[in-house]
């Protein structure tokens, strides 16, 4: 299932979920949480705006563009309200939509410039429908993290899967294929193995 960070997470509460990657989520009494990545937002544009993937762009200059936002709510937006705090510049918002792809669309037409996951835009820039660059003053990640709930053992299966969610990541990352990301210095190596060890 596919769904807002925050849904998860209440799905994960109410036991509706077993397990769940989440973003910018610390542990709870309720959910037990493993950082996995830290995953940088890049600057995008449409083509022929001159980003590249080489060069990292100030935030001022994404934000002296028309600009494409998440809703507000979203986690993403969170993210770049606070990066746009700090920066004394009033875009001007031609967008807020709720749909990474819809944002896409709005800015490979021309409509504007957005803030997006790395990972997410990676093709579009290599295929030459957008442009991008990694961000700098300030540099914006978000962490993403494994959820599992706290009540009890995790059951096997869970724990299996869990286990091989990590791996997979772990190769993603050190492959190149998760673009914008780097390995949290504490991702585990086998969770099973670990809890194996601990009991």
């Not at 544009?45 to 809703?71: D, I, Q, Y």
């Not at 031609?94 to 896409?104: C, I, M, T």
């Not at 009540?151 to 990590?166: F, H, I, K, Q």
Request: proline residues 8%.
């Amino acid at each position: 299932m596919t769904a807002y960070s925050g849904h998860l997470q209440e799905w994960l509460d109410l036991g509706d979920a077993d397990l769940s990657l989440l973003y910018n989520l610390d542990s709870s009494p309720s959910l037990a949480v493993t950082p996995l990545v830290e995953e940088e937002l890049w600057a995008v544009a449409p083509p022929g705006s001159g980003l590249t993937p080489e060069v990292p762009v100030k935030c001022r200059t994404v934000l002296e563009h028309p600009f494409v936002l998440p809703v507000s709510g979203h986690g993403l937006r969170s993210l770049i309200d606070q990066a746009r705090a700090t920066i004394d510049v009033q875009p001007r918002i031609v967008a807020e939509v709720n749909s990474l792809q819809l944002q896409k669309t709005l800015v490979q037409a021309g409509h504007g410039w957005s803030m997006l996951p790395a990972a997410g835009v990676r093709h579009d820039v290599e295929s030459g429908i957008l442009t991008g660059a990694p961000l700098r003053d300030p540099h914006i990640t978000r962490q993403v993290v494994l959820g599992l709930q706290r009540s009890g053992r995790t059951p096997t299966p869970v724990e299996a899967v869990a286990s091989e969610m990590v791996r997979v990541v772990r190769r993603l990352v050190l492959d190149g294929v998760w673009s914008g990301a780097r390995l949290s210095s504490s991702l585990p190596g086998d969770r099973r193995a670990n809890q194996d060890s601990d009991s």
